[in-house]
């Protein structure tokens, strides 16, 4: 399959998982729960956490009702939205999407710098782990591990990705010369682990963090050394 061809199979599974019913712009609240319940708007029951679980009580309106129990991750159907169970340092909230959640931000497509052969990059990785603090959108403060350094020529100008390995992915949140003016203020990038030390980093499958389609994400941002001073004009831009 040639480079076009590939791309566009990826437009159209990266369309789906944002745009889709219960894709990631269908975010519409993170409610972070404490042990005493809450009652939250717009979802039945009262909420709270409990034992690492998310727990949802009276539902149906009664008391004496089956309770709730969401570990981080999974979900539930209620009248006309989908609860979803999250958990951030030990922290725990109830995350709900709606399929109108986009509409009623105005939000409806995502706008792209043109396929440019020429922003696959070629990489080489050097495989060190380390830890490095890191900062959510949020303000949230954490320690976060990282498993490689790739190193990069971008228009003649070295610069290194700090990734973390993913089930066969290498991942990453980086800033560029584009970013908060072109582009978004940062944006995600995956790309294959390589077996051996070279790998091919495609810059136009750059994507948009979550937190661009909802401000209800806490997107972790670029650390340090991922904020480069070179643009990269590939990959998606902004929402619109």
Known sequence: MDLRAA?????????????????????AATHWLWSEPLELE??????????????????????DGAALRL?????????????????????FALRVLDPGAAAKRGISRIERFPLDPAARVPGLVRRRT????TTSVDG???????DAVVELELDGEPVALAVQEDEGWYFAAFSDATSGGESHPFRFLRFPVP??????????????????????????????GNRWTVPVRAGERVVA
């Open 130 to 133: 380390s830890e490095q603090p």
């Open 195 to 224: 077996e051996g030390e070279q790998a091919m980093v495609d810059f136009n499958r750059a994507f948009l963090p979550p937190c661009a389609f909802s401000d209800h994400y806490v997107c972790v941002l670029p650390v340090p």
């Open 71 to 91: 570990a981080p991750g999974e979900e539930a159907e209620l009248p006309g939205i989908l609860v979803r169970a999250f958990e951030r340092d030990g922290s």
């Open 42 to 63: 717009g979802i039945p029951g009262r909420w709270h956490a409990a034992d690492g679980l998310v727990v949802g009580e009276a539902i149906d309106g009664a008391d």
């Open 140 to 146: 949230h403060l954490a320690t976060g591990e990282f």
């Open 7 to 27: 791309h566009e199979d990826w437009l159209r599974e990266r369309e789906e998982r944002v745009w889709g019913e219960r894709g990631i712009a269908s975010l």
